[in-house]
């Protein structure tokens, strides 16, 4: 935050950083090269709400056994551009209580928290009312796990050797609704989905009906599936069944990687 800023413009620097879905580049090697954090829109309506429940401070919760690195995250998350006031809690069971209090915006889980796992943490608080966003955090090694947990209800997947510009640019998009995804682990989506296209000379898009291919279409341009289901006069349900034969038919990983999956394939272009 500038030094000339006033504390109720804080929420100006909370926006999100794009309104597309942002796909990394290789990198190039060169002296301060900065990668992108990936950042998966969300419905403009969503993004509204998001930035209206943020009055002035940030309160935010980190859920991890390690006692360093919660007092270092901690200290990062209270000093600016956030300067967000931090709880911690050492087992994700007693996180869940203080986050179901009602008084926390935010929280950052450890993806191998226990006795409940992060993955599990995040759904348990998406279904909150209003839903509280967590950002799943792992070690270097857990890459695997992390990009598996994709399909979650997470809003954020991040190790915890990211760079903190990268780790400031996906904390922004998240408090403005969006999902983001650190670029290493994209990198992994889209090494796989590389790979599983190079595998089959036949084109996958083929083998989905003319709805599947329209759908694929929409979530390739981040729309919702409720405002899926209003534009073609179905329900939601039998949207999300459609997705379902989507993912299953192109073997992919949930909606992330089908945002990926249609813009790859050209399919969201005008």
Same mark, same amino acid.
């Given at each position: 935050?500038?030094? /000339?800023?006033?504390?109720?413009?804080?929420?100006?620097? %909370?926006?999100?950083?794009?309104?597309?879905? #942002?796909?990394?580049? *290789?990198?190039?090697?060169?002296?301060? #090269?900065?990668?992108?954090?990936?950042?998966?829109?969300?419905?403009?309506?969503? =993004?509204?709400?998001?930035?209206?429940?943020?009055?002035?401070?940030?309160?935010? %919760?980190?859920?991890?056994?390690? *006692?360093?690195? @919660?007092?270092?995250?901690?200290?990062?998350?209270?000093?600016?551009?956030?300067?967000?006031?931090?709880?911690?809690?050492?087992?994700? /069971?007693?996180? %869940?209580?203080?986050?179901?209090?009602?008084?926390?915006?935010?929280?950052?889980?450890?993806?191998?928290?226990?006795?409940?796992?992060? *993955?599990?943490?995040?759904?348990?608080?998406?279904?909150?009312? *209003?839903?509280?966003?967590?950002?799943? %955090?792992?070690?270097?090694?857990?890459?695997?796990?992390?990009?598996?947990?994709?399909?979650?209800?997470?809003?954020?997947?991040? #190790?915890? /050797? @990211?760079?903190?510009?990268?780790?400031? @640019?996906?904390?922004?998009?998240?408090?403005?609704?969006?999902?983001?995804?650190?670029? &290493?682990?994209?990198?992994?989506?889209?090494? &796989?989905?590389?790979?599983?296209?190079?595998?089959?000379?036949?084109?996958?898009?083929?083998?989905?009906?003319?709805?599947?291919?329209?759908?694929?279409?929409?979530?390739?341009?981040?729309?919702?599936?409720?405002?899926?289901?209003?534009?073609?006069?179905?329900?939601?349900?039998?949207?999300?069944?459609?997705?379902?034969?989507?993912?299953?038919?192109?073997?992919?990983?949930?909606? =992330?990687?089908?945002?990926?999956?249609?813009?790859?394939?050209?399919?969201?272009?005008?």
């Amino acid at each position: 935050m500038a030094p /000339d800023s006033k504390p109720e413009s804080r929420l100006q620097t %909370l926006e999100c950083p794009g309104c597309s879905t #942002t796909i990394p580049l *290789p990198s190039s090697h060169r002296a301060h #090269t900065v990668r992108s954090v990936v950042v998966v829109p969300a419905p403009s309506v969503v =993004t509204s709400t998001a930035l209206s429940r943020f009055p002035h401070s940030i309160e935010t %919760l980190v859920i991890d056994r390690q *006692p360093l690195f @919660v007092a270092a995250l901690g200290s990062l998350l209270a000093g600016p551009p956030l300067s967000a006031h931090v709880v911690s809690a050492g087992r994700s /069971d007693i996180g %869940l209580e203080i986050a179901r209090s009602g008084a926390v915006d935010l929280v950052f889980c450890d993806l191998k928290a226990e006795p409940i796992a992060g *993955p599990e943490v995040a759904r348990a608080l998406a279904e909150q009312q *209003p839903p509280v966003p967590v950002i799943l %955090l792992g070690d270097q090694d857990d890459e695997h796990q992390l990009t598996a947990a994709l399909m979650s209800s997470a809003a954020g997947y991040f #190790t915890k /050797d @990211v760079g903190l510009e990268e780790f400031h @640019v996906g904390v922004r998009a998240v408090l403005s609704g969006h999902r983001a995804i650190a670029a &290493r682990l994209m990198d992994r989506v889209l090494v &796989r989905l590389s790979q599983q296209q190079a595998a089959e000379p036949t084109s996958s898009k083929g083998r989905l009906s003319p709805t599947e291919r329209e759908i694929l279409v929409m979530i390739g341009r981040a729309q919702s599936v409720t405002s899926i289901a209003a534009s073609r006069g179905i329900s939601s349900k039998t949207v999300r069944n459609h997705l379902a034969k989507i993912y299953r038919k192109l073997e992919l990983h949930g909606r =992330t990687e089908a945002m990926l999956w249609a813009a790859r394939q050209g399919l969201t272009r005008s």
